[in-house]
């Protein structure tokens, strides 16, 4: 006996199919489920526009709630001219919205023959493979027989199998975690059902999604962030640990732009690999920053720089200091600067933004300064799904990725950030203030080098206009890391030796 | 209230597939003939005719449209007649009955 696979279709939805493994089960109804204002109808309507615009087929959207008007209006925003696609003959609504001039006097038994017959003929009208029935808790507010609605409901998911389409039915839930819906209709349209979710955390709110099951297919496990961008509609990000394992470590070392750095590295960093820097303010983060992308520029490669600290105009200026020109690198096209504030979006959206620049440039290089500035502005759980997120598509794409954390204190001690991380990296390298002799002075240490032996010493740093040196052993010096250095005994030629 | 002396015009769509559907002409009768008033009625089969059921927008089979102001919707097999009456705007028309 041979088993025929679940096809799917592509919703169009960026990123959802990844998580779908493909998209929506092929001739079946997907319920979608969420809380008010979860963004069902935008999924629902993105599935419509996605089909039309990215394959020609066209959909048919059986609106229970808002009327096609304000449909036509709200998605216009999006970029959709559902206006146009319905003359085209790509789109159909079925306008079942209650009529607030008209009330309907229930006297007796009914059915949903005249909307199924309504369905039918727009599906054919238009030879749509997609429906959209939006939403079914309209349908229950509406009929207060919610058994016979419930018995009505299912004959419909059986007529639009019979139609040969792929449908989403969306339907509300009271909480974000626990029962699938208020009406139990999950009870019929079971096989297939996502779940969207708009969580309020920290006084912070985050969107997600999760594709609870698939019935005799597989799909991603898990919540996944998502964005609502002006012009794109819904963007998931289906990016999770899995990819972090899946995926084939190189050997191959790349220039940190630092020689005396890579000698304590063992080589260098591996070209997939990520990189935290921790360190208080000032201690030279945004100079390591700068060295790595100098290492590409030279190295005849692209580089990529999120930063979040500070603006355009600081960073092109700090670099000149150290003697980097940024405005060279970036005519020469081996340098992109993005400079942002953490508020003006959510973490989702800089992902989403961080994600595109990704793509779009293809850089070899990425570097973002400061995750410390991200968090912030975020709940732990949707900052970890971010650093996720980030770490995994670096890892696919093989690029070298290196993150800033800040410590609070100066004087040492982990940052939030990086307990938060550090297993998501592959090499930490702590920058620390050092009290020495009455002397404030600053120090390197790698912390951690995965895959490779690494320089156990803590060691000084020094900035110049050349940028950063790597210098002698705080041989005679205990207690660095953990900000409380304590002096072992004065070592004169030491000590002369450095102050130079 | 004036007795209407034209007869009421009306509108049923139905469901020739559904059990709910059958009977529901037949109620119709009886329920005018409840309130000793005339009607004409045109019957629309939705399967037959989706577009036009699209156009006034029905969902549930029955329905029964009032076309004869003031416009009123009625859905469901009539078994219910009175909520029937009051979908209708005829509950006025039955207590005249029932008084006389």
Known sequence: MSISPVRKISTGIPGFDAMAHGGLPEGRTTLVAGSAGAAKTLFASQYLAGGIRDFDESGVFVTFEETPLDLRRNLISLGWDIEAWEEAGKWRFVDASPDPAQDVTLAGAWDFGALMARITRAVEAVDASRVVVDSLGAVFSEFSDSGRVRRELRRLVRALRDLGVTSIMTVERTTEYGDVSRWGVEEFVAEDVVVLRNILEDEAARRTMQILKFRGTTHRKGEFPFAIINDRGIVALPLADSALTDLQSRADRIDSGNDELDAMTGGGPFRDSITLVSGATGTGKTLMVTEFMKGGARNGERCLLFAFEESRAQLIRNARGWGVDYEQMERDGQLQIVAAYPETASLEEHLVRITDAIRDFEPHRFALDSLSALERASTPRGFRHFVIGITSLLKEQQVTGLYTATTPSLMGGASVTESHISTLTDAIVLLRYVEVQGQVKRAISVLKMRGSAHDHDIREITIDAEGMHIGALFTNVDGVLSGAPRQLGPDEVEVVGTQG | ?100
């Open chain 2, 1 to 100: 209230m004036e007795r209407p002396q034209a007869p009421l015009e009306l509108r049923l769509y139905v469901n020739g597939h559904a059990p709910e559907s059958a009977g529901v002409e037949e109620r119709l009768h009886l329920l005018f003939a409840s309130v000793g008033l005339e009607f004409t009625v045109e019957v629309i089969d939705v399967n037959e005719q989706p577009d036009r059921a699209d156009e006034d927008r029905i969902v549930l089979t029955p329905t029964l449209l009032r076309l004869t102001p003031p416009q009123l919707r009625v859905a469901g097999d009539l078994t219910d007649l009175e909520a029937a009456l009051d979908g209708l705007g005829l509950r006025v028309w039955s207590q005249r009955q029932a008084m006389a």
